[in-house]
């Protein structure tokens, strides 16, 4: 056999081999589970290393709408929709990312934690290494990128990369590396340390958050943030305000520029059910005109302020059924709103 044949015959080889292969089956297996935190980050490593074209990306928006995150799932699928190579599963993704932009959103959950999948991140960034020492530069930084969407705030895999980049000669990718990261990992554990190293690079931005009624916690990209001003990584960013005192968790998409300065607010109300005899109170949803939402069980409620500024349909149920009311509530910012009959 001649060298060049022996040379095509190992192309081959190599562009069959599946570097995701050793995550797919953890992948189904957490969705089996019900651990959809840590099927999202599997399903992440498998379309860092495949592309947003492939099959995967399918499987990763499906374990987002599994755990309820539907902005999440039609994200992915429009991503999708945009990369695969055949026309009708892209028709098929965005119809479905349409349905799930317009599914009713509920707002008194929690907020969804993503678990890493922190043993199978450390396996990727070792056959990576395997891979460099092959002098297969490009299928090892496949791995190195499928390591940080597994295990985010594990700092072995920005390092293996940033080496990987430095000896392919690509020094503006290693300083893009430190900007992923902390759009990443905003308040990861290096996240200050990186933000340090990009401080005279011009690229961060300021956020500052704003609320109608205090939120007990704030969420960027899924991570706890510190109260006060922001300084992040350009891009969008998901914002969540958490309020266990009044059943509230709302996101918000806000697009921070580089180098500059956005506010993002919180608008909402409280509702105060005071029906004597008791009821329960159903109303519309504030991001779905004639979807109707359960507000649960409480007292007090949070309640989002229509974007489009419509007044809201709201119906009570008296607990024996002796009585019912219909009335329509135009909601303000800030403003508390007792229910009576």
């Not at 993503?114 to 530069?137: C, D, F, M, W, Y």
Request: charged share 30%.
């Amino acid at each position: 056999m001649s060298v060049c044949l022996i040379t095509s015959v190992a192309s081959r080889a190599r562009a069959d081999e599946d570097l995701a292969a050793f995550l797919v089956a953890p992948a189904e297996a957490a969705v089996a589970k019900r651990q959809f935190g840590l099927a999202i980050s599997l399903w992440r490593g498998v379309v860092a290393i495949r592309g947003e074209g492939d099959d995967a990306s399918v499987a990763l928006a499906d374990a987002w709408a599994l755990a309820g995150e539907y902005d999440e799932a039609a994200d992915q699928l429009t991503r999708y929709a945009q990369a695969v190579k055949d026309d009708s599963k892209g028709q098929e993704a965005r119809q479905r990312a349409i349905d799930f932009g317009e599914r009713p959103h509920g707002f008194t959950a929690e907020p969804l934690r993503v678990v890493p999948a922190t043993v199978q991140a450390r396996e990727a960034v070792a056959r990576g290494a395997r891979l460099r020492k092959a002098g297969r530069n490009d299928d090892a930084v496949k791995l190195y990128r499928a390591a940080i969407e597994l295990a985010p705030d594990d700092l072995a895999p920005y390092r293996a990369l940033a080496e990987a980049y430095a000896a392919m000669g690509k020094a503006q990718e290693s300083r893009d590396l430190l900007v992923r990261y902390l759009r990443l990992r905003p308040f990861g554990k290096q996240a200050d340390a990186t933000r340090r190293q990009l401080a005279d690079s011009g690229v961060l931005a300021h956020l500052t958050v704003k609320s109608s009624f205090p939120c007990d916690e704030i969420w960027v990209n899924r991570q706890r943030a510190p109260r006060g001003e922001m300084v992040l990584a350009p891009g969008k960013v998901r914002l969540l305000c958490y309020s266990a005192r009044y059943h509230f968790a709302r996101y918000l998409d806000v697009d921070v520029p580089s180098a500059g300065r956005v506010t993002a607010q919180f608008r909402w109300a409280v509702l105060e059910n005071r029906l004597d005899p008791w009821g329960r109170v159903v109303i519309e949803n504030p991001d779905r005109a004639n979807a109707m939402y359960d507000v649960g069980l409480w007292d007090e409620v949070g309640v989002p302020v229509p974007e489009d500024g419509r007044a809201l349909k709201v119906m009570f149920r008296a607990g024996d059924d002796s009585r019912t009311k219909e009335q329509e509530l135009l909601l303000a910012p800030g403003k508390r709103y007792p229910l009576r009959w």
